[in-house]
């Protein structure tokens, strides 16, 4: 009897598993792009969102009046404005493209998408400077349309924000056509509706879904998610049935036309279904790939780095499966911030000392494998004011002048110097790092202490000032040096900006005050680097690098990155008969 | 006493405790914990900015207030909303624990049937080699970490092999049962070492009783004083021990969920610590704390219930 019950149990279950299989099978596309994302994706509502990584997901369902060419540098183009409109009087007319739709969805009558129109933008604008929801991107907003701060506080007191209350500054002149007044020169328009925090949304969508917006996207780029859930293990999105004609551009640069040469002018996006699994455990995610499972993993700066990667180069074994390795800088500077409250910092000698013992070059190759940009100062590679010959001496790896330095600062072998504290975030990774800090201060005699802190605990010490050394990394927002120049400017000491260090210069305060009244570019890249060099000269930090975007992508498929652009994933491309030659030899 | 009022006392003796954890639970979030704000506006936080979440989110409250809202939410089971994610929290508890039973109930009761059955042999057998190369076996099994089988399991039994998938989960019958099978066995592995030593002590504890002499001297075999009488009286701790583990089981396995992309409950509680998600990680603490006070009462009534000799008083 409890032999056939058995034999029965196991009958069941095999069958399940072969309809599972069979099931499966049965729903497997031909062209699906799998990628991976590291974490988990918060939400999707664009004003709430604060992670890079989410939006990638966002910038793929919805789009933005302005976009940077994915394949000129930094340059920005029309993507749901017909033009690039051109200022008048601190003002900008922008025609909106027309027949643009949203995506088909529920919160609409009949579940038609409808057509983009010129109040969805200022919706859109509006929604950005809620301040009953809280939205994380004002700064970007922050005094700079006519009439907006006031609209903001007016909002404050209501308990339901009015969107139909005027505002100065926005202009509803036609269903396609807007106009936008700044409160004085605005020089970044562009860049801040080129920005992924200023997608535009339907007001109907948040109406309909209320505080389920961020798991219900509607937008009108290239792709449509029909339910996100936060906690789920992938995303799977689906061609947007109502995204307009829009091709892969045929003026490419000639070094990428031979990559793209299969692409050059098809309907966008390249790939209808896309699956992005999320595979928080870098062990876990090379195994998919290596079993073919996924087409592009980001490499981390762990070990699977330097499993993987041998003088910049992939290993062999990888190479001969036909993988290759995407490389290329990213826009972010890490580096090591002094305290100017604390007394024993203003003592220029003792922070360049600090710089000249820190071996960058080591640091370089234990944690990063090489594959990162030693930094000079602050602004990193690929940004404008970033010199490549710029060598700056406190950043080489001298440990005799250091000791020299140290002296003359009044510490001769570290002797009267307090024990030094070096905040940083809590992680192996981080730890390691400060350890090795910690070990090339101990040759010039200088002690440190390393505290770690939980990263929302980090960041509290630094906007209070409660640290003496902290170790942090600053992504930019936009490509243009202002961005991370702004660390050091002595207006915007915190808590009334982002000058962590407390770092005060009158010529670097000059400098920075003049960027704004130039408009000639040439001038103010020059400029740039004029401050770039203050900064290596009186070290208000320790520049440590910057870092490189490195992904393994299979052979299938065309991988592309730019640092600004979030909605790059419709131009990557399967080519399906490598793929199938692949596979077929896996 | 009567069972009856026993079981009232009982009850009554969780409050107290339920008070002490919560507010506990208060201390650690609303007290110890930094401000959460700045993690939660990025790093273009200003300080006007977190005044004003720090009063959206009702951190500037008087501590009793705190306080209370932590109680209410308690009771009323209503934790309002993620900050990270704005989902119900009750909500996304509901669908992680559902997931993360998936893994641990099956996981649970075979490795209990396992531990089981294992132990009776190595009790039964004690001190022959049987015996020593059971001990020998789950010494080994728990000597070695979870890390240690994940990987292996994902690298020879998955990649290597290519028995199961690498990770990830399906919602709904029967599709996820491919994606449980590895992570169940790991589980299992993990469980039934430490299980098995326990359910032998218990066992031999028993067979060095009186009664158990008394048996033997009346004649009676082996096999019936173990059976009969042995395995009646060792099951009070075993089952106290089983009943103990229910309120976890929703909890899942963290390091399994996350390195096998199951999005339970072990897995939500990893992501709302990285997010500085404090309502999501005290509501799961309060309601852990709760399953835990119910289950700890049920286990002492059911003492009293399967075995006479323990005092009501």
Redesign the interface.
């Known amino acids: 009897m409890l032999k056939k019950l058995s034999f029965l149990l196991l009958i069941a279950f095999l069958s ?2 072969t ?3 069979l ?1 499966k099978n049965k729903h497997k596309k031909p062209a699906t792009l799998n990628l991976v994302s590291l974490h ?1 994706i ?2 999707l ?1 664009p004003i ?1 969102c ?1 992670d890079t990584h989410s939006f990638i997901h966002i910038n793929s369902v919805y789009e933005t009046l302005f976009k940077y060419d994915p394949f000129q540098k930094n340059e920005i183009k029309p993507c749901l404005s017909k033009n690039l409109p051109i200022k008048e009087n601190n003002s900008y007319v922008i025609k909106l493209k027309k027949g643009v739709k949203f995506q088909n969805d529920e919160c609409f009558s009949e579940g038609k998408g409808r057509e983009l129109k010129s109040h969805d933008i200022k919706f859109s604008i509006l929604r950005n400077a809620d ?1 009953n929801l ?1 939205g ?4 970007l907003l922050d005094g700079k349309i006519k009439g907006l701060n006031r609209w903001r506080k007016n909002q404050r007191k209501k308990n339901q924000t009015d969107y139909n209350e005027e505002v100065e500054g926005l202009k509803i002149i036609d269903d396609y056509t807007i106009k936008i007044s700044f409160e004085g020169d605005n020089r970044q328009f562009y860049q801040i509706f080129a920005s992924p925090f200023s997608v535009i949304i339907p007001k109907e969508a948040q109406d309909y879904y209320k ?2 917006f ?2 219900s996207p509607v937008g009108t780029g290239p792709y449509e998610i029909k339910k996100f ?6 995303i799977v999105y689906s061609k947007n049935s109502n995204y307009r004609d829009e091709r892969f551009p045929t003026e490419i640069p000639e070094n990428l036309k031979l990559k793209f040469k299969n692409s050059l002018g098809k309907t966008l996006p390249l790939v209808d279904n896309i699956i992005v ?5 870098t ?2 995610r090379l ?2 790939f ?2 073919r ?1 996924v087409d592009a993993i980001n490499i981390t700066n762990d070990n699977i780095n330097f499993s993987l990667i041998k003088d910049g180069k992939l290993i062999s074994d990888l190479e001969k499966k036909g993988i290759y390795l995407y490389n290329k800088n990213e826009v972010n500077t890490s580096y090591i911030g002094f305290n100017f409250n604390n007394k024993i910092f203003n003592n220029i000698k003792l922070r360049r000392a600090i710089s000249l013992a820190f071996d960058r070059k080591k640091y370089n190759k234990l944690f990063y494998n090489d594959n990162s940009t030693t930094a000079q100062s602050m602004i990193p590679p690929s940004i404008e004011g970033y010199e490549k010959k710029y060598i700056n001496p406190y950043c080489a790896y001298d440990v005799e002048r250091a000791k020299q330095l140290l002296e003359e600062a009044g510490y001769p072998q570290g002797k009267g110097l307090p024990k030094i504290t070096l905040d940083i975030r809590s992680g192996t990774i981080y730890r390691q790092k400060a350890i090795f800090f910690k070990e090339c201060m101990r040759e010039i005699g200088i002690e440190i202490k390393i505290r770690t802190n ?4 980090l ?2 010490r630094i ?1 209070k000032g409660n640290f003496m050394l902290f170790d942090l990394n ?1 992504q930019l927002d936009f490509p243009d040096a202002e961005n991370i120049l702004q660390l050091f400017y002595s207006k915007h000491i915190t ?2 900006g ?1 000058n962590f260090t407390r770092f005060k210069n009158e010529k670097f305060d000059e400098l920075y005050e003049k960027i704004n009244l130039i408009s000639d570019q040439e001038r103010r890249i020059i400029l740039y680097e004029e401050m770039n060099r203050i900064l290596g000269d009186l070290v208000p930090a320790i520049f440590l690098n910057h870092k490189n975007h490195l992904v393994l992508c299979q052979p299938w498929i065309s991988y592309i990155w730019t640092p600004f652009n979030f909605d790059l994933i419709q131009y990557i491309d399967i080519d399906d008969t490598i793929k199938q030659k692949f596979q077929i030899s896996k | 006493m009567n069972i009856i009022v026993y079981i009232i006392k009982r009850i009554l003796y969780a409050i107290p405790v339920f008070f002490g954890v919560s507010f506990l639970i208060f201390i650690m979030f609303n007290i110890v914990a ?3 704000t ?10 006007k ?1 977190m005044a ?2 720090r009063h ?1 989110l009702g951190l500037d409250k008087a501590w009793y207030l705190q306080y209370f809202d932590i109680l209410k939410s308690a009771f009323t089971f209503n934790f309002g ?1 993620s900050w ?5 929290i009750s909500e ?1 508890i509901k ?2 624990a559902k997931v993360s039973l998936t893994l641990s109930l099956p996981s649970f009761i075979i490795s209990s049937i396992i531990s089981l059955i294992i132990s009776m042999i190595s009790a039964f057998y004690r001190g022959k080699w049987i015996d020593k190369f059971l001990v020998l076996i789950c010494v080994i099994m728990m000597s070695i970490s979870a890390l240690s089988y994940i ?1 292996f399991g ?2 020879i039994l ?2 290597k092999f290519g028995l199961f998938p ?4 399906e919602y709904g019958f ?2 996820f ?2 994606y449980i099978i590895l992570p169940c066995i790991i589980w299992i592995i993990l469980s039934t070492g430490s299980d098995i030593r326990f359910y032998r002590t218990i066992i031999l504890d028993e067979l060095y009783q009186d009664y158990v002499r008394t048996a033997r001297a009346k004649g009676l075999s082996e096999t019936m004083i173990f059976c009969k009488h042995i395995l009646k009286n060792a099951m009070i701790p075993i089952i106290t021990n089983l009943i103990i583990q229910i309120p976890f089981l929703i909890l899942g396995f963290l390091l399994i969920e ?6 339970g409950l072990g ?2 509680i990893l ?1 709302a610590i990285n ?2 998600d404090f309502p999501v990680i005290k509501a799961i603490t309060i309601l852990t704390a709760s399953v835990y006070i119910v289950f700890n009462a049920i286990t002492d009534i059911l003492y009293v219930i399967l075995d006479p000799r323990i005092n009501l008083k």
Request: charged content about 20%; overall charge neutral.
């Open positions: 399940i598993i309809t599972i299989y099931h988990k918060k939400t509502d709430l604060i301040p809280n994380k991107h004002f700064w505080k389920d961020g798991n859930d936060p906690q789920s293990n992938k699994h999320i595979v928080t455990e062990s876990t195994l998919k290596k079993n499972e939980p990263f929302s605990e960041l509290n906007f600053w808590p009334n982002f | 930094g401000d959460p700045i993690m939660l506006l990025g790093k273009y936080a200003t300080a900015q004003d979440l959206y909303h990270a994610t704005k989902q119900l996304m669908s992680g990987l994902q690298w998955a990649y690498i990770e990830g989960y029967p599709f049962i491919p996350n390195f096998f992309g199951i999005p897995s939500i992501d997010n500085s």
